[in-house]
């Protein structure tokens, strides 16, 4: 599966984004979804996973209450909602895919490749 994530850009803190990640290939229903983050300097960390339903979610305790994880089968498409942004949100956001459901881990098989958030203060 080939993943394609947009939605980045700046936004002032307490803002809000959507990013989208587009998947190529007729199983996206057969993938569970991730969602990770790289900023400057720092290890990439996992953000939000969401299973191939949709029925399961997991987040990051950083981002709980403020990002929310969802994905469109039908559009082969998931969604990371970030409200009430932070400076310390300011990464390279990636998408990724796993036929696997990981609480965390990041070893998916698929990878994005990233778009940018900046969250000015």
């Known amino acids: 599966v080939q993943l394609q994530a947009s939605g980045g850009g700046l936004v002032q803190a307490g803002g809000s984004l959507r990013l989208s990640c587009a998947a190529s290939?007729?199983?996206?229903?057969?993938?569970?979804l991730g969602w990770f983050r790289q900023a400057p300097g720092k290890e990439r960390e996992f953000v939000a996973t969401?299973?191939?339903?949709?029925?399961?979610?997991y987040y990051a305790d950083s981002v709980k209450g403020r990002f929310t994880i969802s994905r469109d089968n039908a559009k082969n498409t998931v969604y990371l909602q970030m409200n009430s942004l932070k400076p310390e949100d300011t990464a390279v956001y990636y998408c990724a895919a796993d036929t696997q459901y990981k609480l965390g881990s990041p070893m998916y098989d698929y990878w994005g490749q990233g778009t940018l958030v900046t969250v000015s203060s």
């Open positions: 969401i299973s191939r339903s949709g029925g399961s979610t």
């Open positions: 290939g007729r199983t996206f229903s057969s993938y569970n």
